[in-house]
């Protein structure tokens, strides 16, 4: 199948509520420029340098997400034009974020990633340093971005079992946040907001849509394993 119809087969099937991602990462400019014809314009890169040269080089109209990790020190490059980061992991790289969303007048989308997977890889926070850090003064003084969501990626394994609870785990935290939100409005930063949750890539994002997500990173299901 071609690009093209491997994208529409992926968005037919989708739930209203779930939003895809392409992700774009090691494909060339002419491969993304299919996905742009076919009319979609949601792409997620996970290094910051490919980002940044494809950003320069396609339409303007296209929301780029930042899905992988993301060094303090590169946050500059994408902060005048990123539609979300979704691998945010400190309250350090957040104040970073903060400072170049404001150089840019703009306000910076962020998910915090948690980790749920049971892998040495995965970066991440746990359950209790996110909500350490959706709790703290620090987070408050932030006019700059607004966290969103959070975002998980589950351990890279054959067993749809664990994967299921993986998900559900990260599914229960984030309404569990949801509530305290509405529960306890003096908690609520002005830039708390939490409606977005990222989770599934190609091979288990449908059941990463069965236990509550949100947003699909989807790559090689759309463009055909990578080189
Ligand atoms: C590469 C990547 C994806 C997409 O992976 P596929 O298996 O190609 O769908 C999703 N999320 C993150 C964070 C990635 O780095």
Not at 104 to 124: D, H, M, P, W
Request: net charge positive; proline share 3%.
């Amino acid at each position: 199948m071609s690009i093209k119809d491997n994208l529409h087969k992926i968005k037919f099937a989708l739930p209203p509520q779930v939003t895809l991602i392409a992700v774009t990462k090691t494909h060339p400019v002419e491969k993304v420029k299919e996905v742009y014809a076919a009319g979609h314009k949601i792409f997620g890169e996970n290094k910051v340098q490919e980002m940044v040269d494809k950003y320069e080089v396609l339409p303007k109209d296209i929301e780029w997400h930042l899905i992988g990790h993301l060094q303090s020190n590169k946050v500059k490059y994408i902060a005048p034009f990123v539609s979300l980061i979704h691998s945010v992991d400190s309250l350090k790289l957040l104040q970073e974020i903060n400072k170049q969303a404001s150089k840019s007048n703009r306000v910076i989308n962020c998910l915090l990633q948690i980790y749920i997977a049971k892998e040495e890889t995965k970066f991440g926070l746990d359950f209790q340093e996110a909500e350490q850090l959706i709790a703290s003064a620090e987070l408050k003084a932030l006019k700059n971005i607004k966290i969103v969501g959070f975002m998980g990626m589950a351990t890279n394994t054959d067993k749809k079992e664990q994967i299921s609870l993986e998900f559900q785990s990260l599914q229960r935290f984030y309404d569990k946040c949801r509530q305290l939100e509405t529960c306890l409005p003096d908690r609520q930063a002005f830039n708390l907001k939490l409606e977005i949750l990222s989770m599934g890539m190609s091979s288990d994002y449908q059941l990463a849509i069965e236990n509550g997500s949100t947003m699909i990173r989807v790559g090689s299901s759309i463009f055909g394993e990578r080189g």
